[in-house]
């Protein structure tokens, strides 16, 4: 049984930074890709950054290019998303998911078995 369980969000005003953490349990994380989504209400859920089992293969939305980085611990089993000059356009709710090739930092939400529960991230003016 996955369990993936992130932390860190909270109310931040614009301009700050939040660095939220998944913390994975019940199947091999050092092998597997994983992702951050976000989704606002009344909007889709989509990719914000993923990262492959290793680190060397990234992939970030545009929308955060040079705001965000992603980064992995496979000896805590724990990744990461710093978030830096916030926006209020980054508010809503950050989900991490595990799954998809090992070898490739997926884009697809369809391409992950695993998600936590969110956390919600609130950006203010």
């Known amino acids: 049984q996955v369990q993936l369980v992130e932390s860190g969000g909270g109310l931040v005003q614009a301009g700050g930074s939040l660095r939220l953490s998944c913390a994975a349990s019940?199947?091999?994380?050092?092998?597997?890709?994983m992702g951050w989504f976000r989704q606002a209400p009344g909007k889709e859920r989509d990719v914000v950054a993923a990262?492959?089992?290793?680190?060397?293969?990234?992939y970030y939305a545009d929308s955060v290019k040079g705001r965000f980085t992603i980064s992995r611990d496979n000896a805590k089993n724990t990744v990461y998303l710093q978030m830096n000059s916030l926006k209020p356009e980054d508010t809503a709710a950050y989900y991490c998911a595990m799954g998809g090739s090992r070898w490739n930092a997926p884009r697809r939400s369809s391409e992950y078995d695993y998600w936590g529960q969110g956390t919600q991230v609130t950006v203010s003016s």
């Open positions: 990262i492959n089992w290793s680190g060397g293969n990234i």
């Open positions: 019940g199947r091999t994380f050092s092998t597997s890709a």
